[in-house]
């Protein structure tokens, strides 16, 4: 089912879900013990991630180096299906622009199709670790936009072989990211809300946001992207911070700000079991605002956490 039937069909808040592939070498097991604990709140969606490629440098035996590409979390594909055959919940995979070739983002499109996924969430990726901007593959998109479009274009049975006729139309619901603090890159508010809207015209069928720690931050995005004419389900997407170290390598990393009562208590604590305990207590607060609001959807960062986001189910149910 697509994101937005769910959402149409939705008598309540619904709860969704991201997960991570598991590092190369280990067992899609981890997955499901991650889930299990989750899946009795009948997550309406999952969402699973992609990791592009590293490139890393081994020095061989001469003194020289060679350029190898690795790829740490692969699996994403395998892993929809997976999770949508051991769970039977929809599973929604991202699509990202770094890694990918115009041919090969078709060719995961048609795997996606044959194999009963009814939703994407196209975003352009973060740039290489050690590359300073982003680059796109050669034949690759440099914009979430353009990745976006080539869905819509087979959503319309248009294929990148211009003498390929008729071909079968995919009927994929498409996710867009939104930046309630905005994104690093944009220079403002309005052109990131210009960029967004464009977006949703091009075909986006719905937009979940970036990790946030203060829900007005929140409802002045959703204000502002009613006032720009973005009328699509805007689903916000909650994170809880675990441990000190997440002070400093959130914003950093995510370009996030984290208010400044709550950063407060998170420095008192003792111990990151302390932390977990005070970030599992703001992200309720946050998930009971949000709720009251109306979202349409809570969508989980889990990132190795269960047991807080179980807590704070528990609390809002």
């Known amino acids: ?96 622009c770094g890694g990918f070739s115009r041919e090969e983002t078709e060719n995961a499109l048609i795997d996606l199709n044959f194999l009963g996924v009814d939703n994407v969430l196209v975003l352009r990726g973060d740039a290489p670790k050690n590359e300073a901007s982003f680059e796109p593959e050669p034949h690759g998109h440099r914009y979430a936009d353009e990745l976006l479009q080539q869905v819509v274009h087979m959503n319309n049975g248009i294929y990148l072989e211009e003498d390929l006729q008729g071909g079968v139309k995919t009927k994929f619901c498409i996710g867009v990211a939104g930046y309630p603090e905005k994104h690093f890159e944009a220079p403002n508010m309005q052109t ?44 916000p997407g909650l994170k809880p911070i675990t441990s000190r170290k997440q002070l400093n390598i959130l914003p950093r990393t995510f370009h996030v700000d984290i208010p400044a009562d709550f950063s407060n208590e998170i420095l008192k604590c003792k111990t990151d079991k302390d932390v977990e305990e005070l970030g599992a207590q703001w992200l309720i607060q946050q998930s009971k605002e949000l709720k009251a609001f109306g979202v349409p959807v809570l969508h989980y960062y889990t990132l190795g956490k269960p047991n807080v986001i179980l807590k704070a189910i528990q609390a809002i149910s």
Do not use: W
Not at 44 to 68: L, P, Q
């Open 1 to 96: 089912m697509k994101v937005t039937e769910h959402i149409a069909q939705a008598k309540d808040t619904l709860i969704s879900f991201e997960i991570l592939p598991p590092l190369k070498g280990k067992s899609i097991e981890s997955i499901y013990e991650h889930l299990d604990p989750l899946m009795e709140f009948k997550p309406a969606f999952i969402n699973v991630t992609y990791h592009r490629s590293e490139h890393m440098f081994k020095k061989k035996s001469d003194g020289s180096f060679d350029k190898v590409e690795i790829r740490k979390r692969p699996g994403t594909v395998a892993i929809c299906a997976a999770v949508m055959n051991h769970y039977n919940v929809d599973a929604v995979p991202h699509l990202i």
């Open 192 to 235: 990131d809300m210009k960029y967004l809207k464009r977006k949703v015209e091009n075909g986006a069928d719905y937009i979940v946001t970036q990790m946030f720690f203060d829900n007005q931050k929140f409802f002045d995005f959703v204000a502002k992207c009613r006032e720009a004419g973005i009328t699509v389900p805007i689903i």
